[in-house]
Every structure is written in C-alpha cells, then in structure tokens.
C-alpha cells in the first residue's frame, strides 16, 4: 500500500508529467486560458489515463510479453489508446450523458495528447505491474490536473496585467510555467 | 526559384517548425538539455519525417479519406519503432539520453501535420524535400536552443568547455524550468524583431492546442476553425 502512495506522489508531484517530462504542453498551454476548461481537461485526462494505463499494462503483460512482441509495444499503444478513447466517448455518450456533456468534447483531445502514450510506455520501461500501473496513470493525470489548473489561475492575473509588448501571449504563459517548474522542483526534496 | 529548393527554405526559414509554426514543442522543450542531444532528437524525426512524408505521399491515392488518420499513425509508428531499434543498436548513449522520446516521435505534431497539410496532397518528390526542409528546419531549431542551454548552464559547447571553469555556470537553464525559460525568451525576441509566428495560437487554444488534434497542421486548423 505504502509504494502505492509513493507512486502516486512521485508521479503527480516529484516528476510532474508537463513540469518536469514536458508531455502534453500543447494542451497545457493550449486549453489553460480559462479555469472550467482546464477543470473539465484535467477530469478527462485523469478519466482516459486511467483505463489507458490499465488497458496498456493488461496488453503488455498478457499478449506482447508471452508472444516475445516487445518491439511493438508503440504501434500497439497508440492504437489501443485511439481506439479506447473512441470507445470512452462512446460509452460516456449512452450511459452518463451528464459527465458526457462535462467532459465529451475534451476527449478526442486526449487521444494523440502525447501524456497517455509517454505513460502507457513508462509504466513499461519501469517495469510496473498492473495495479502499480493504474496507479502511475492516476497519479500523473492528477498531476497534469493540478498544473493546468494552477496555471489557468496564474493567466487570469495575467491577463489583468500591464505585459511588455514582446512578452505578450506566448511568451509569458510559458514563463510563469518556468515558474511553477521551479517551483515544483521543491517536490524533488521529498525523499522518496 | 527551383521548387525543390524552396521546399528546403520553406522548411528551414519560412515556416520553421518549431520557431514559426510551434509544433513539437513537448521534444523540443524536453530533449533541448544539450546540443548533441537536440542534433541526435532532430537527425531521428528528420528521418522518420522524410520517410514517412514519401510513403504517404505514394499512397495518397490508395488510401480512403475515410481512415487516412489510422493509415498514417501506423505507418509513422511502424518507422519510429525501426529507428529507435536502429538507435538501439548503433547509438546506446543517444538512447540513454533521449530516453521515451525515441517512441514519442509518433505523436510529433510536425509529422501528421505535413502528412496532412503537404504529402497526402503532393508528389513524391516534392513530399521528401518537404520533409527533408522540415527536418533541417526542426534539427537547426533543437540544437540552437540546445546549444543556449548547454552554454548557459554548462558553459560548455557540443561537449567542449567554452566558458571558462572559474565562471559558474547557472545550472537552471539545464534542468526543467530552463526549456520554458528560453523558450519564452526566444519567442519574446522573434516578437520583438516581428517576425510573424503562431506562438499566439499555441497559447490560446485557437485549434484546441491543436497538438491534441494534431493531425492537422496549423493551417488546417485555422480552415476548421472559420468554418
């Protein structure tokens, strides 16, 4: 239980999946101009890294593995993983049509966001097993959560402020994400 | 000027991209630590980029418009996996550095974005110089921002110390916040010299932070998004 929370908390703070890995900047910097936005990504994100993490590590452990198809494991992920958030959306749509209408249209986002394949792919290089790797996908989908939500509050200040001309838009947005990785670069005290 | 050269100089200059049209940002802010590595990250999805922008152009016409999308990822993954087991083999220490990246070539923008925007449209030889300008424009791009890391938090150069030993280097620039740091500062000098670039669309989601969407280019999401 307790390297459970270990992992949780390495991969949500200590190697923060966009502060610290730089997976899924796009839609980081992309989708985090308004708070409810960046809310309802980060609960889809946690949602599809999720069953991702679980799909992929069930794939690896069961079919690739026995069948000495190692080698594969990236045609199969990226596959698996479009085809999974097709089959989310799909079963979202049917069944729960209120977090469908929260979070549907972040989902076919997600499917190329390079965060799912980057942890489907970790999980195998560190060698996790299928709880544990749930447990990965989880925790770094929270971590992605809490940075775009942080940094969608950091743009609305932003916003209200007098920025020099050439550090307008894009440049100051990733500034203060050079802040917040500094920051989160405290997290690497935790020894873990 | 020949068309075929100014595939190269669109490539490199016109629509750069990782300066202009800011796609891949994820490798470039990642593998930027040295300039070796962003030489060793660029000279792979150089590679990728070519092969896959000529298969795909060969098979524009046998693929259905229908299921081009899945076409493409497997035909791209099929050649990512290819060289990173070549990487593997002949280069142990680029793999060590370059890590999960080697796969993430995949989901780069820049590769079904010139699927989509260039080769699934053109001929075969014009898609390889695409992808051969887009390569060089892309490798340049990663060892320049490399290389102002490295001096900056190293003091040293490809390797070899230039900034003498008794200055401190300010270790930063080499660790994750430093990418966004000169990042944020190299878009802030393009601006300032104004030199049009879409670091705008990046930030405000115009195409959903289109690397989410990212088998379109940056073009046809601006298409999508009139509409």
């Known amino acids: 239980m307790n390297s459970l929370i270990l992992i949780i908390v390495s991969c949500a703070l200590i190697n923060n999946v966009v502060l610290n890995q730089f997976l899924g900047i796009c839609s980081f910097v992309g989708v985090s101009q308004q708070m409810k936005a960046s809310a309802s990504l980060g609960g889809a994100v946690i949602f599809v890294l999720t069953i991702a993490s679980a799909v992929a590590s069930l794939l690896y452990d069961f079919v690739l593995k026995p069948f000495g198809l190692d080698y594969m494991k990236t045609i199969v992920f990226i596959l698996v993983i479009a085809a999974l958030v097709q089959i989310v959306e799909m079963f979202l749509k049917k069944t729960s049509p209120g977090i469908y209408k929260a979070l549907g249209i972040y989902l076919p986002l997600i499917t190329t966001n390079c965060a799912v394949l980057g942890v489907a792919l970790t999980n195998v290089k560190d060698e996790y097993n299928f709880i544990e790797s749930v447990f990965a996908g989880f925790g770094t989908a929270v971590g992605y959560t809490i940075a775009i939500v942080l940094l969608a509050g950091i743009r609305a200040r932003i916003n209200e402020s007098d920025i020099p001309k050439p550090f307008r838009g894009a440049p100051v947005v990733l500034l203060s994400a050079a802040l917040m990785s500094i920051a989160f670069m405290g997290f690497g005290g935790l020894s873990v | ?227």
Not at chain 2, 93 to 108: F, K, M, Q, T
Not at chain 2, 184 to 189: D, E, F, H, S
């Open chain 2, 1 to 227: 000027m020949n068309k075929y050269v100014e595939r190269i100089y669109n490539g490199v200059v016109k629509e750069n991209p990782t300066f202009i049209l800011m796609l891949g940002m994820c490798p470039t802010l990642a593998v930027s630590t040295a300039a070796i590595n962003g030489i060793g990250m660029g000279i792979s999805t150089t590679a990728v980029l070519i092969l896959s922008n000529v298969i795909i152009s060969a098979l524009r016409k046998i693929i259905p418009d229908e299921v081009r999308l899945p076409a493409y990822i497997v035909i791209v993954a099929t050649l990512v996996t290819i060289t990173e087991l070549l990487i593997e083999a002949y280069l142990p220490s680029l793999y060590e550095a370059l890590g999960i990246y080697i796969p993430l070539i995949v989901v780069n923008c820049i590769i079904l974005g010139r699927a989509e925007a260039y080769a699934n449209k053109n001929t075969v030889p014009l898609a390889a110089f695409d992808g051969i300008g887009m390569g060089i424009g892309f490798t340049l791009a990663l060892t320049v921002v490399g290389l102002l890391r490295e001096l900056i938090g190293a003091g040293t150069a490809f390797g070899f110390q230039v900034i003498p030993k008794s200055v401190e280097p300010i270790g930063i620039f080499i660790k994750a916040p430093g990418a966004f740091l000169v990042l944020a500062i190299v878009i802030a000098v393009l601006n300032a010299l104004h030199i049009e670039n879409r670091s705008n669309e990046l930030v405000n989601g115009s195409c959903d932070g289109c690397c989410a969407k990212c088998a379109k280019s940056k073009a046809n999401c601006k298409e999508e998004g009139a509409k």
